[in-house]
């Protein structure tokens, strides 16, 4: 009888496996760290599935691996320039919106004034952010909010910048009043010029652990992702985060479907879960970063809503772009202009 049971529990244990592989799977390809782990759970109970996530570390890496032969991906998170890029490569399919009632909460002001894809027709904002510096509050005075910070001898040795050629470059445009968009080679070299001026003052160029830098005294004053600069600020109370008053780069994440996805139906579910209010405002918590919903402002804690590193002062955002992809030419004029910046002697 003993063994009669343990055979039945043995075949129970086994139909139950195999009714939970039958379920069915979402793979979303996306960025470390960006998404609520607790929404994960609740998403599979509601529609009964299970979710898969691999992560990458930039948008260049995820379309060389998709480029390499990777299928099998439902969802992936691309910044909305490499959206234009997959778009214009036949690597995403157009969005069914019957299937997305939630878009209804979509800010329509981002849409009309920020977003690359106004119709979301292949796309749909999932979080939006900016690039700002930081500085600790008690050990740097008279900080002003503009990039100009970055000429301070004072903090020689103890500043950043992104090891990023976009970012950085972008920065010194905005100081100079240009679009960091631009492919003028006067303003690249004016703009790399500035640079070389920034590096005599700072200890490296780091988008690794800026973060981690500055929460732990290491380093003074960073140029950073606002997301990681609130991590290191919940780690470091002293930590202050502005937006340069000159404008600064923006960036928005999009949710999109690859051509091949196995399972789009559960892809258009997935995007309709988290456009949900709710749904978005607790993953704003979480990630710090902005999902640009309506409905979801107002659910926000009050520290979240009245902090301007977020919700970016309208004169400032007015002035702040998001980073183009500037097709073949363009890149290599800004690949130039950094070879020159990396190449010239840190006095």
């Known amino acids: 009888m003993k063994l009669h049971r343990i055979l039945i529990a043995a075949a129970l244990a086994v139909f139950v496996a195999g009714c939970a592989d039958n379920k069915p799977v979402l793979h979303i390809f996306t960025w470390d760290d960006y998404l609520k782990p607790e929404l994960i759970p609740r998403f599979e109970a509601e529609n009964n599935c299970r979710v898969v996530i691999d992560t990458f570390d930039s948008n260049e890496a995820m379309l060389a691996k998709i480029k390499a032969g990777a299928t099998g991906y439902d969802i992936l998170v691309?910044?909305?320039?490499?959206?234009?890029?997959?778009?214009k490569e036949g690597m995403i399919q157009?969005?069914?919106?019957?299937?997305?009632?939630?878009?209804?909460?979509?800010?329509?002001?981002?849409?009309?004034?920020?977003?690359?894809?106004?119709?979301?027709?292949?796309s749909v904002p999932y979080m939006f952010a900016a690039t700002a510096f930081a500085y600790i509050d008690g050990k740097v005075e008279n900080v002003e909010p503009t990039w100009k910070v970055f000429d301070r001898a004072d903090l020689k040795g103890r500043m950043t910048l992104l090891n990023d050629m976009r970012e950085t470059i972008g920065a010194a445009l905005k100081f100079l009043g240009y679009s960091l968009n631009t492919t003028n080679e006067a303003e690249l070299e004016k703009a790399r010029d500035v640079v070389i001026g920034w590096k005599k003052n700072i200890a490296k160029f780091e988008s690794d652990q800026y973060d981690a830098g500055i929460a732990s005294g290491e380093f003074l004053l960073v140029h950073g992702y606002t997301g990681d600069l609130f991590q290191a600020q919940e780690e470091n109370e002293n930590v202050s985060i502005v937006i340069p008053e000159e404008g600064t780069s923006i960036a928005c994440d999009d949710?999109?479907?690859?051509?091949?996805?196995?399972?789009?139906?559960?892809?258009?579910?997935?995007?309709?879960?988290?456009?949900?209010?709710a749904?978005?405002?607790?993953?704003?918590?979480?990630?710090?970063?902005?999902?640009?919903?309506?409905?979801?402002?107002?659910?926000?804690?009050?520290?979240?809503?009245?902090?301007?590193?977020?919700?970016?002062?309208?004169?400032?955002?007015g002035k702040s772009e998001m980073i183009d992809d500037l097709g073949e030419e363009g890149n290599a004029k800004y690949i130039k202009i950094w070879d020159e910046i990396k190449a010239a002697a840190a006095e």
């Open 255 to 277: 949710l999109v479907i690859p051509k091949d996805a196995p399972n789009p139906d559960l892809a258009h579910a997935f995007i309709n879960f988290v456009c949900d209010p």
């Open 78 to 87: 691309p910044s909305s320039y490499m959206v234009k890029i997959l778009d």
């Open 279 to 317: 749904v978005a405002a607790e993953n704003v918590g979480f990630i710090y970063y902005l999902a640009p919903n309506k409905d979801a402002y107002p659910l926000l804690d009050q520290e979240i809503r009245e902090d301007p590193a977020i919700f970016i002062d309208r004169a400032v955002l």
């Open 94 to 122: 157009p969005l069914d919106h019957s299937k997305i009632p939630n878009l209804s909460h979509i800010d329509d002001e981002y849409l009309r004034e920020t977003a690359f894809d106004k119709e979301m027709r292949v």
